[in-house]
């Protein structure tokens, strides 16, 4: 009989756990085989990668288009954006291990990602993923589609192709050099050359200034981004955490009931029970992004530090015999109540600073 009635509490348990909302690969061993499709909510770090809670998936056979004329990085995150939205993302996974994935992604209107960058000249097809493989034409063809309209990266592979091999700079003051050189000989064509690559040097200088503020603001727009990941991924994992907080007080706190109420044996004094010492918290959000917790201010990434150090890291288990006096038994419910109620302040106030910092961004 006692054996019974631990069965069906373990089961108990386990079902109020599954029914709480829980990250997908919350549960997965890091380095596990992925399953096929993962379906859930992810958002664009960068123009090939996908980021949820404690997953990153990279989108198979396309690479980022390096050029520093434009900011063609930031344009592939705000297409991504528009597409997924606030949607779940579809991918069929393509191969790595947990929690780094690759995959083809679809949006919830049925977009494929990679398809819609190539097509936008956001990116270029990565030949060693795709080679020898059933989806190599589709992917050539969008390619194909953005160079012949010279869209991305391609437009400015065309530019570089029409121009000549002198510097832009130089480009129009080559008639007056020559005509100058030929009238006032070479002392003269010396000094007209000398002047405008004066001039030439100086456009250099205010370029090369110019593109590295531009670098400078697409970091800071790229470590937003990545601060905005880490909060909403961090404030679904706490919640989550309260919600097993909130069941776990109300099973233990109908034990306390049943066990005050008089002339009535409690069941444990009957078969004996097993009891919970605390729930069974997530934690794998906050062990993933400890190294990223400079991102956020001090003050929030201090809360989290303490409150996620005093979350017991064992499941923990107590007997009660039913040769355990009442009193005993009650003042052993009361105590892991009380334990775990002491967490709630904790987690109320993170969740709130987290969702501070999530509007101010």
């Known amino acids: 009989m006692r054996k019974t009635l631990a069965i069906f509490m373990l ?19 890091e380095g596990a085989l992925p399953p096929e499709r993962i379906i859930r909510p992810l958002r664009a770090v960068d123009p090939i990668t996908l980021q949820g809670e404690g997953l990153v998936v990279r989108l198979w056979g396309i690479k980022p288009a390096q050029t520093a004329e434009t900011p063609l990085e930031l344009k592939a995150l705000d297409l991504m954006d528009k597409m997924i939205g606030n949607e779940q993302v579809n991918c069929r996974i393509m191969g790595g291990r947990l929690p780094e994935l ?11 990602l990679a398809l819609s960058l190539l097509s ?13 493989s059933v989806f ?30 002198l510097p832009p700079w130089i480009a129009p003051y ?10 006032f000989g ?25 593109e590295m503020e531009e670098a400078r603001l697409k970091e800071e727009k790229l470590q937003t981004r990545e601060r905005q990941v880490l909060l909403s991924t961090l404030e679904g994992e706490l919640i989550e955490n309260k919600n097993k907080i909130d069941a776990f007080l109300a099973i ?98 993170i969740i709130k600073a987290l969702q501070a910092a999530m509007q101010k961004e």
């Open 252 to 349: 233990y706190k109908d034990m306390l009931r049943d066990l005050n109420v008089p002339d009535q044996t409690p069941k444990y004094q009957q078969v004996g029970d097993i009891v919970q010492k605390n729930p069974v918290y997530s934690r794998i959000v906050f062990e993933t992004n400890a190294t990223k917790m400079s991102l956020l201010d001090m003050h929030t990434a201090g809360m989290l530090s303490k409150f996620y150090a005093s979350l017991p890291k064992d499941q923990a288990y107590v007997n009660l015999e039913p040769t355990v006096p009442l009193d005993t038994a009650i003042k052993l419910l009361e105590k892991i109540v009380q334990e775990t109620e002491a967490h709630l302040p904790a987690i109320d106030a």
């Open 186 to 210: 070479p002392l003269g064509g010396l000094m007209l050359i000398a002047l405008v690559l004066r001039a030439g040097f100086s456009r250099i200088g205010i370029k090369q200034e110019k």
């Open 11 to 29: 089961l108990t348990f386990t079902a109020l756990w599954l029914a709480t909302p829980t990250p997908l690969l919350a549960q997965q061993t």
């Open 136 to 165: 190599a034409s589709n992917y050539f063809a969008a390619q194909e589609s953005a160079r012949l309209a010279a869209k991305g990266v391609w437009q400015f592979v065309t530019e570089t192709a029409q121009q000549s091999n």
């Open 120 to 132: 936008q000249g956001y990116v270029v097809v990565d030949r060693r993923q795709i080679y020898n």
């Open 102 to 112: 690759w995959a083809r992604c679809t949006t919830h209107t049925k977009e494929d």
């Open 174 to 183: 080559i008639d007056v050099v020559l005509l100058v050189s030929i009238i």
